[in-house]
């Protein structure tokens, strides 16, 4: 049984640049949730995905937009990058009959 | 919105000395979630609280949900060096969960 994958695991991107993270969910999930978390901090709530629409958005700008696909995956795309978007990009997913969230390793972009 | 402090950020331990980590909050929380990050990797999900003053053991890790409900604790009991990370308390909303700032555990062996 698979659990949360996340690709790619490493990025960098150059300012100004838009970039593409994808997100499948643990096998039986259909909700799926991407975090943001800068170095030495908790993970921040970006959005969450529910039945391919977004349910709930955190403080996050509108360059931060997403994507969820008939087969529960998930796509968080993040336009005109900022140095300040350097983070690990969590995705999260869990249905809701469960209490707990099951992250993926995580995607650390870097943006120089 | 839930928030919640954690306490200390970091704590250095000698290996076999106990760990305490504290989650506190200005409101009364529905629930809480404690979760385990290594060096390097992602949240693992450790445990739920939901009831006022609920404690709940896992081997040598003791968590506690206090009576008001506006705090949690995490107590490691004689650590050893396959527990170091940073541990986080978070708040689950219906959507979302609301995470604290973590507490860095290192250990020294």
């Known amino acids: 049984d698979a659990g949360v994958t996340q690709s790619p695991t490493h990025l960098i991107k150059t300012r100004g640049q838009q970039v593409t993270l994808r997100c499948s969910p643990k096998?039986?999930?259909?909700?799926v949730s991407w975090y943001q978390q800068a170095l030495g901090q908790g993970p921040q709530f970006i959005f969450q995905?529910?039945?391919?629409?977004?349910?709930q958005r955190g403080n996050f700008p509108d360059r931060f937009s997403g994507h969820q696909f008939p087969n529960y995956s998930s796509e968080l795309n993040v336009n005109a990058l900022l140095l300040g978007d350097s983070a690990l990009y969590l995705c999260?997913?869990?249905?809701?009959?469960?209490?707990?969230?099951?992250f993926g390793q995580g995607t650390r972009l870097t943006v120089v | 919105g839930q928030q919640v402090m954690q306490i200390p950020q970091y704590q250095h331990v000698q290996e076999g000395e106990d760990f305490t980590t504290y989650c506190n909050s200005s409101?009364?929380?529905?629930?809480i979630q404690w979760y385990k990050q290594r060096p390097g990797g992602h949240p693992v999900f450790l445990i739920q609280?939901?009831?006022?003053?609920e404690v709940k053991k896992q081997k040598r890790l003791t968590f506690q949900f206090g009576e008001a409900k506006k705090n949690s604790s995490l107590h490691i009991t004689a650590t050893q060096t396959t527990d170091v990370g940073t541990y986080f308390c978070?708040?689950?909303?219906?959507?979302?969960?609301?995470f604290g700032q973590g507490t860095r555990l290192t250990i020294n062996p």
């Open positions: 999260a997913s869990f249905s809701y009959v469960n209490t707990e969230a099951f």
């Open positions: 096998s039986g999930h259909d909700t």
């Open positions: 995905y529910y039945e391919e629409e977004e349910r």
């Open positions: 409101t009364t929380l529905s629930n």
């Open positions: 609280l939901v009831k006022s003053g």
């Open positions: 978070a708040v689950r909303g219906a959507q979302k969960l609301v």
